[in-house]
Structure formats: structure tokens, C-alpha cells
């Protein structure tokens, strides 16, 4: 069963660091690239990012619990627990914070596209905040990957 726990920590981190990477720096951009129409790339890019938000929340949720009965009160010590629980709270902000805001911003600019209304800098500024709050969890992500073998010991 020892064995079980260890893989679904490692297929864990590989799942969200991998959805992270893969939605966030290949998907999205090529659906901008790709698509004539910006406003349904955003709409879809969006779907896919919110995936990838809760799938980000259900592993941090293994691995929390993982890592806490691993090292008992060690997982305080642990930088594993640390990266997965900041990742845990950017991906809550974002999903639940920033997110929301920007749906609000949408619906607020109807019958236009937001990009193309008044609300325009301010979407655009949620958007940058958005922006950063992904790239930081990326980075956090690849760290969390380089140190993974930490959580096992």
C-alpha cells in the first residue's frame, strides 16, 4: 500500500506541474494563434485553465495529506509541503479570486466583448494579475518537481 501512496505522489506532481506547463504555455497560446476569433480562444483557454485549477486542488490535497503522514510534524519542515501549499493558495486565488472578477467584467461589457468595451484596462489589468499568479505557480511547479524525492524521505 506503501508503494501505492508513493506513486500517486509522483503521478500528482506530474499531473498538475504537466497540466500547469502544457495548458498554460502550449495550449492557450496556440489556441490564440490558431483560432481567427480571440474572444472564443480566451472563452476556451479559460475552460481549460479552470481544469487545470482543479485538478491543481485535488493533487495539492494528496499531497498535503501525503506529506503530513509522512513526516508527521516534520511536514512543516518540509519544503515540499511549503511549495504545494503556496501553489495550493495561488491556484485558490486565482480560481476563486481573480477569476470571478473577470467573469464579471465579461458579463458587465455585454453585449460587447470586454476587450472591445470601456471595461477594457481594467480586464486588462485582472488579466496581468492573473497572468503573474500562473507564471509564479509554474516556476513553483518546477521546483516542486526538481525537489519531489524530499516528500518520500
Same mark, same amino acid.
Given at each position: 500500500?506503501? $508503494?501505492?501512496?508513493?506513486?500517486?505522489?509522483?503521478?500528482?506532481?506530474t499531473l498538475w506541474v504537466g497540466a500547469l506547463w502544457a495548458?498554460?504555455?502550449?495550449?492557450?497560446?496556440?489556441? &490564440?494563434?490558431?483560432?481567427?476569433?480571440?474572444?472564443?480562444a480566451g472563452r476556451v483557454a479559460g475552460e481549460m485553465f479552470g481544469y487545470v485549477a482543479w485538478?491543481?486542488?485535488?493533487?495539492?490535497a494528496y499531497l498535503l495529506v501525503f506529506v503530513a503522514l509522512r513526516k508527521n510534524a516534520g511536514a512543516f $519542515?518540509?519544503?515540499? &509541503?511549503?511549495?504545494?501549499?503556496?501553489?495550493?493558495?495561488?491556484?485558490?486565488?486565482g480560481y476563486f479570486g481573480v477569476q470571478p472578477i473577470m467573469a464579471q467584467l465579461k458579463v458587465d461589457?455585454?453585449?460587447?466583448?470586454?476587450?472591445?468595451?470601456?471595461?477594457?484596462d481594467r480586464f486588462a489589468a485582472w488579466h496581468g494579475v492573473s497572468s503573474?499568479?500562473?507564471?509564479v505557480q509554474s516556476l513553483l511547479?518546477?521546483?516542486?518537481?526538481?525537489v519531489q524525492s524530499r516528500g518520500l524521505r
Open positions: 500500500m506503501q $508503494r501505492l501512496a508513493e506513486h500517486l505522489y509522483a503521478i500528482s506532481i495548458i498554460g504555455y502550449l495550449a492557450a497560446p496556440t489556441l &490564440f494563434h490558431v483560432l481567427g476569433d480571440r474572444a472564443l485538478i491543481g486542488m485535488a493533487a495539492a $519542515r518540509s519544503l515540499v &509541503f511549503w511549495l504545494v501549499l503556496l501553489m495550493l493558495l495561488l491556484t485558490v486565488a461589457s455585454l453585449p460587447r466583448e470586454v476587450m472591445e468595451s470601456a471595461l477594457r503573474v499568479i500562473y507564471l511547479g518546477l521546483v516542486l518537481v526538481a
